[in-house]
C-alpha cells in the first residue's frame, strides 16, 4: 500500500509499505477513504516528541471501510464505514471500564499515564497511522463507531479527534451558565471548544492567537471576541482589562507543546529528546484565570520538566482539570449536535490534498500558508 511515511526533522514522504494484517483476532482491517493532518501531527513532524522512528505512518484522524475483520470481532462487518476515535484501546481493563478509554492500560507498553494513539510515536504505543490507504485497528469491536448515512466523511473525520477533543475541553472547563471563557489557540480544537462553549452556556468567549486568518475563523465560526497576542505587550493583563481585573472563570488551553516549537523545545526535545513541549501557554492560562477558576487542558503535552506556575494556580484555589480525550464518549452529543447544525466539523476542513502530494500538505499546514485551517488527506475514494 501507499503511505506516509517519517524519515526525520520536516522529512516526509510516501512509500510503499506491506499492506496491514490481521495480528489478533480483535483486528480490523481499515481501507482509509479520508484522513486528516492534526495539529499535534506538527508536533511530530517538527521532532518535538520523543521516540518518533523513522518510518512511522503519522494519522490519528481518519474514517475509512472495513475492509477485513478478525474471527472475534463481533460489532463490525466488512464494508460498513466507520470513524476511528483516536485511542487505541481495549474497553475490558479497570480504566476503559469506567470510560477513561484514552488511559486504557493495556494497549501502550511505553507509558504508565496515556493509552495508544494512532500514528502518534512509540510514546503511545507505536500504531502505524491513518495517512495511508489501509490501516490495522487493535480492538476493533470496541473503537469504531458506524457512520450515520446521513453524515458524510467531511463532517466525520474531525470527530475522530479535533472537534471531540474541542468539546471535551470545554465539558472540562466546567461552564455555568454567563460564565467567561477565554480560548487559548484557534486551530480546529480551540475553535470547537470556543463554539462548543456557548452551548455549555456561556455569557462571553475569547479567542487567543496571532494569526489574523484563524482569529477570523474564531468570529466567524465560533461566534467570540478575539485577542492577537502578537499585537498587545501582555496577554495577560489584556485578558485582564477585559474582565473587570478578575480574570476569565475558565481558560481552555488548546495550544499545548506549540506546534511551531521554539528554541528551548528545539534543543531539548528536537536534539536531546529530553521533553516533548514548553508551558507556556499552560501558564498564560493560570495567570490568566480569576481566582478559583478552572484551567481545561486539552494542548497536547509530553513530558516536561520546564517550570510550571503550579504554586500560583494552588494559591489561586484554581481547579486544573485535563487528559486526553476519550472519543467514544462524546460521540452520541456530538451526532446529535451536527445533525442539528450547531457544530459544522466539514467548515473546519479548508484545503484537501491527495495522499501522494502530503508533503506539500505538511508544509502548508506547518508554515500556515493561504489561510490553511485543517487539511483533509484523501488517499481516494472519500467523500
Known amino acids: 500500500m501507499r503511505a506516509m511515511t517519517y524519515r526525520g526533522p520536516y522529512k516526509i514522504r510516501v512509500e510503499e509499505k506491506d499492506r496491514p494484517r490481521i495480528e489478533h483476532p480483535r483486528d480490523a482491517i481499515v481501507r482509509v477513504t479520508l484522513a486528516t493532518i492534526c495539529g499535534s501531527d506538527l508536533h511530530l513532524y517538527h521532532?518535538?516528541?520523543?521516540?518518533?522512528?523513522?518510518?512511522?505512518?503519522?494519522?490519528?484522524?481518519f474514517v475509512g471501510i472495513v475492509d477485513e475483520v478478525g474471527p472475534a470481532v463481533e460489532n463490525l462487518q466488512v464494508g460498513d464505514r466507520v470513524l476511528v476515535p483516536f485511542n487505541v484501546y481495549?474497553?475490558?481493563?479497570?480504566?476503559?471500564?469506567?470510560g477513561l478509554y484514552s488511559n486504557c492500560h493495556n494497549v501502550n507498553p511505553n507509558a504508565t499515564a496515556v493509552g495508544g494513539i494512532y500514528?502518534?510515536?512509540?510514546?503511545?504505543?507505536?500504531?502505524?497511522?491513518?495517512?495511508?490507504?489501509?490501516?490495522?485497528?487493535?480492538?476493533a469491536d470496541v473503537g469504531p463507531t458506524l457512520i450515520p448515512e446521513w453524515m458524510s466523511d467531511r463532517d466525520a473525520v474531525p470527530l475522530t479527534d479535533a472537534v471531540s477533543t474541542g468539546y471535551f475541553g470545554a465539558q472540562l472547563a466546567d461552564v455555568v451558565e454567563g460564565d467567561v471563557v477565554v480560548v487559548l489557540g484557534a486551530g480546529p480544537v480551540g475553535l470547537t471548544a470556543a463554539r462548543s462553549s456557548?452551548?455549555?452556556?456561556?455569557?462571553?468567549?475569547?479567542?487567543v492567537d496571532h494569526l489574523d486568518y484563524r482569529l477570523e475563523k474564531a468570529r466567524t465560526w465560533a461566534y467570540a471576541e478575539t485577542v492577537?497576542?502578537?499585537?498587545?505587550?501582555?496577554?495577560?493583563l489584556t485578558l485582564k482589562r477585559m474582565t473587570d481585573g478578575l480574570g476569565a472563570d475558565a481558560v481552555i488551553d488548546a495550544v499545548g507543546a506549540e506546534a511551531d516549537g521554539n528554541l528551548l523545545q528545539h534543543v531539548t526535545a528536537a536534539k536531546?529528546?529530553?521533553?516533548?513541549?514548553?508551558?507556556?501557554?499552560?501558564?498564560?492560562?493560570?495567570?490568566?484565570v480569576r481566582k478559583g477558576g478552572t484551567v481545561s487542558v486539552m494542548g497536547a503535552y509530553g513530558p516536561m520538566f520546564s517550570a510550571v506556575k503550579f504554586g500560583d494556580?494552588?494559591?489561586?484555589?484554581?481547579?486544573?482539570?485535563?487528559?486526553q480525550t476519550p472519543v467514544k464518549r462524546q460521540l452520541p452529543r456530538l451526532f446529535e449536535h451536527v445533525r442539528n447544525g450547531f457544530i459544522t466539523p466539514s467548515d473546519l476542513l479548508t484545503h484537501t490534498f491527495p495522499l501522494d502530494d502530503i508533503a506539500e500538505a505538511y508544509h502548508v499546514f506547518a508554515t500556515k500558508l493561504d489561510g490553511c485551517v485543517k487539511p483533509a488527506i484523501v488517499p481516494g475514494g472519500g467523500q
Open 313 to 323: 494556580a494552588m494559591n489561586k484555589g484554581l481547579t486544573l482539570r485535563m487528559n
Open 90 to 98: 481495549c474497553g475490558t481493563c479497570f480504566f476503559c471500564a469506567r
Open 272 to 288: 536531546l529528546k529530553l521533553q516533548g513541549g514548553s508551558p507556556i501557554a499552560l501558564n498564560w492560562a493560570i495567570d490568566a
Open 47 to 61: 521532532g518535538l516528541m520523543p521516540d518518533t522512528r523513522i518510518g512511522h505512518t503519522f494519522g490519528h484522524e
Open 119 to 139: 500514528g502518534y510515536s512509540h510514546t503511545t504505543g507505536g500504531y502505524d497511522g491513518g495517512q495511508a490507504e489501509y490501516v490495522r485497528v487493535p480492538f
Open 198 to 207: 456557548w452551548l455549555m452556556g456561556a455569557g462571553r468567549v475569547i479567542v
Open 228 to 236: 492577537n497576542f502578537s499585537q498587545v505587550k501582555d496577554v495577560v
